[in-house]
C-alpha cells in the first residue's frame, strides 16, 4: 500500500483530491494533509509516506523549498506537483529537483482522477523498475547494507566493485546497496574483503544488520530507507566505517526518541557554564546526540542557541559565531561544536582579567537580556554577580566596550525597534517591555536614539517594507 500525503494551503483542494481521487484502485492510501511545507515536514519527521503531492505557492514555505527538503532528507519518497497552468517554471524546476509528475489543478475533471492517479501509478512503477524488489521473504536473520552519509554522493565506484569483484548486490535505493555474500567464501574472508574496500570510499560505511529472517523485502528495503533517512546521520564512524542494528529493537527504539524535552536542551546549551567545564559540556553534547533529533529539526536547534550565544558573547568577545549550511553526519556537528567552543573560550581570554570575572561581565549581560522589561541597576547587577560597583563598572565597560547604562539603554532600544517593527502593540506597551514606565521618557529616550519618536519609526519602516514588497 502507497502511503500519500497532501500539501496545499487550500483546504477546499485538500479535502477535495483526498475525498474524490479513487486512490485504492491504485493501492493507495492518503494518511496526512498540511497546509504548509513546515507542517509537512513535521508529519514526514514521524510517519511513513511514499508519496507527497505538493502545491508550489504555498505560505511559511514554498513547494519547491519543500521539495528541495524532502529530496534530501527523505529521499525515498515520491513528490508529484500540484499546480496552476501559469506556474511553467516552477513546473520545470520541481521537475528537475526530482518530481516525478505534475497535476495542473484547473484541469482537474471528475472523469479525469482515475487518468491522472494511473499515470502517477506508472511512473511510480517506472521508478521501482531499477530497484529489485520481489516479495520474497528473507530465510537467513543476518545480512549487510552499504550506504552514504552524503546522499548526493556518486555511487558509480559500487556498481563497478559489484561487477568485478563478483558481489551480488540489490539497489536498494539511491546510494543505499544490500549486500550477499557468496556461499563458496567464509564469513571472516569476505567481511574483511568488503569492509576493506568500503574503508577507502570516505563517507560510505557497511552496516551489519540482524532480525531479518521472517521479515518481507519491502519490509527490509522500507526500513533500511528510515534507518537511512534518520539514524544514520547518528551511527556514522569515519574511523570504522562498520556499525550494527538489529532491525526489531530500532524499529521500536525510533518511536520514542524524541520524547526528551527540547526546552531542557535549549535551556542547558543557553546558559555559558559549558564553555568553560569539559564535564558539562560533554554530558550536554552526549544528551543532544542520545535524543537523535531529525537533521532537519537539529538544525533548526542549533540556529536558535546560535541566535541566543551570538546575544551572550558577542558583546564580550566580538566574535560572530556562524553555522554551515549542513552536516552529513553526527561527526561533523559534534566537531563543529567543539571548534565553536574552543573560538569562544579563545575570544574570551582577556589578559587583564580573570576568568571569574569575564564570566560575571557574561553573567551581567545575561541579566540585561533576560530582565530588561524590569528596573535594572549597575549597583544591583553588581550585587547579583558578586562584584563592587566600581569595580564591575570599570571591567563592564573594559571589557564591553561601553559602560553598563549605555548597554543597557542599546539594549532596550534594540528590543523596543523589534516590537515596533515586528508587532502591533502600542507605544505604551513596548515601554513597559522595555523597562520603561513612563511613556514619554521612553519617546524621548528612543529619539535621542534614533533621531525619530517610536510612532515615525513604525510608520517609515513599514513604508520601507511596503514598498520592497511590492
Same mark, same amino acid.
Given at each position: 500500500m502507497i502511503k500519500v500525503m497532501v500539501v496545499d494551503d487550500d483546504k477546499l483542494?485538500?479535502?477535495?483530491?483526498?475525498?474524490?481521487?479513487?486512490?485504492?484502485?491504485?493501492?493507495?492510501?492518503?494518511?496526512?494533509e498540511a497546509s504548509n511545507?513546515?507542517?509537512?515536514?513535521? $508529519?514526514?519527521?514521524?510517519? +511513513?509516506?511514499?508519496?507527497?503531492?505538493?502545491?508550489?505557492a504555498m505560505p511559511v514555505m514554498?513547494?519547491?523549498?519543500?521539495?528541495?527538503?524532502?529530496?534530501?532528507?527523505?529521499?525515498?519518497? /515520491?513528490?508529484?506537483?500540484?499546480?496552476?497552468h501559469q506556474d511553467f517554471e516552477y513546473i520545470q524546476e520541481a521537475l528537475r529537483l526530482g518530481a516525478i509528475d505534475y497535476i495542473a489543478k484547473v484541469q482537474l475533471e471528475k472523469e479525469r482522477f482515475e487518468e491522472v492517479l494511473e499515470r502517477i501509478s506508472n511512473r511510480i512503477a517506472q521508478e521501482q523498475k531499477r530497484v529489485?524488489?520481489?516479495?520474497?521473504?528473507?530465510?537467513?536473520? +543476518?545480512?549487510?547494507?552499504?550506504? %552514504? =552519509?552524503?546522499?548526493?554522493?556518486?555511487?558509480?565506484?559500487?556498481?563497478?566493485?559489484?561487477?568485478n569483484a563478483d558481489q551480488s548486490m540489490t539497489e536498494v535505493d539511491m546510494n543505499l546497496w544490500l549486500l550477499k555474500q557468496p556461499s563458496e567464501e567464509s564469513d571472516a574472508l569476505w567481511l574483511e574483503r568488503v569492509s576493506q574496500e568500503i574503508s577507502t570510499k570516505p563517507g560510505w560505511g557497511l552496516i551489519h544488520l540482524k532480525g531479518l529472517y521472517g521479515r518481507s523485502h519491502n519490509d527490509v528495503h522500507r526500513l533500511l530507507r528510515e534507518y537511512r533517512d534518520k539514524d544514520f546521520f547518528y551511527d556514522y564512524d569515519s574511523h570504522s566505517?562498520?556499525?550494527?542494528?538489529?532491525?526489531?529493537?530500532?524499529?521500536?527504539?525510533?518511536?520514542?526518541?524524541?520524547?526528551?524535552?527540547l526546552n531542557v536542551m535549549?535551556?542547558?546549551?543557553?546558559?555559558?557554564?559549558?564553555?568553560?567545564?569539559? %564535564? =558539562?559540556?560533554?554530558? /550536554?553534547?552526549?544528551?543532544?546526540?542520545?535524543?537523535?533529533?531529525?537533521?532537519?529539526?537539529?538544525?533548526?536547534?542549533? /540556529?536558535?542557541?546560535?541566535?541566543?550565544?551570538?546575544?551572550?558573547?558577542?558583546?564580550?568577545?566580538s566574535v560572530k559565531i556562524q553555522l554551515p549550511d549542513s552536516f552529513h553526519s553526527w561527526e561533523q556537528a559534534d566537531a563543529w561544536f567543539r571548534a565553536t567552543r574552543n573560538m569562544i573560550r579563545s575570544a574570551l581570554d582577556k589578559p587583564a582579567f580573570s576568568q571569574e570575572v569575564v564570566e560575571c561581565v557574561i553573567k551581567a549581560v545575561n541579566i540585561v537580556q533576560?530582565?530588561?522589561?524590569?528596573?535594572?541597576?549597575?549597583?544591583?547587577?553588581?550585587? +547579583?554577580?558578586?562584584?563592587?560597583r566600581s569595580y564591575f563598572s570599570q571591567c563592564f565597560k573594559e571589557i564591553v566596550g561601553m559602560n553598563f547604562s549605555d548597554y543597557l539603554r542599546q539594549v532596550r532600544i534594540e528590543k523596543?525597534?523589534? $516590537?515596533?517593527?515586528?508587532?502591533?502593540?502600542?507605544?505604551?506597551?513596548?515601554?513597559?517591555?522595555?523597562?520603561?514606565?513612563?511613556?514619554?521618557? $521612553?519617546? +524621548?529616550?528612543?529619539?535621542?536614539?534614533?533621531?525619530?519618536l517610536p510612532s515615525k519609526y513604525r510608520q517609515t519602516q513599514d513604508t520601507g517594507r511596503n514598498m520592497s514588497d511590492e
Open positions: 483542494v485538500r479535502k477535495g483530491l483526498i475525498s474524490a481521487m479513487p486512490w485504492k484502485h491504485f493501492d493507495m492510501e492518503v494518511v496526512g511545507g513546515v507542517k509537512a515536514l513535521e $508529519f514526514l519527521e514521524s510517519n +511513513r509516506v511514499d508519496l507527497l503531492l505538493t502545491d508550489l514554498s513547494g519547491i523549498d519543500l521539495i528541495k527538503m524532502v529530496r534530501k532528507e527523505f529521499t525515498h519518497i /515520491y513528490i508529484v506537483v500540484l499546480t496552476l529489485p524488489d520481489p516479495n520474497g521473504i528473507f530465510t537467513m536473520d +543476518r545480512g549487510y547494507a552499504c550506504l %552514504s =552519509i552524503n546522499k548526493a554522493a556518486g555511487e558509480h565506484w559500487v556498481k563497478n566493485w559489484s561487477e566505517g562498520t556499525g550494527a542494528v538489529l532491525l526489531q529493537d530500532w524499529e521500536n527504539q525510533k518511536q520514542v526518541r524524541s520524547e526528551g524535552s535549549k535551556e542547558q546549551w543557553s546558559n555559558y557554564n559549558w564553555i568553560y567545564q569539559d %564535564s =558539562i559540556f560533554n554530558q /550536554y553534547i552526549h544528551a543532544l546526540k542520545w535524543m537523535r533529533l531529525p537533521q532537519a529539526k537539529l538544525l533548526g536547534l542549533l /540556529y536558535s542557541l546560535i541566535d541566543k550565544w551570538n546575544i551572550l558573547f558577542y558583546p564580550v568577545s533576560e530582565e530588561m522589561n524590569q528596573p535594572i541597576t549597575a549597583a544591583n547587577v553588581a550585587k +547579583r554577580v558578586n562584584m563592587s523596543a525597534k523589534e $516590537f515596533l517593527l515586528y508587532t502591533n502593540k502600542t507605544i505604551l506597551w513596548i515601554a513597559e517591555n522595555v523597562g520603561y514606565m513612563d511613556e514619554k521618557y $521612553f519617546s +524621548r529616550t528612543f529619539r535621542e536614539q534614533t533621531n525619530m
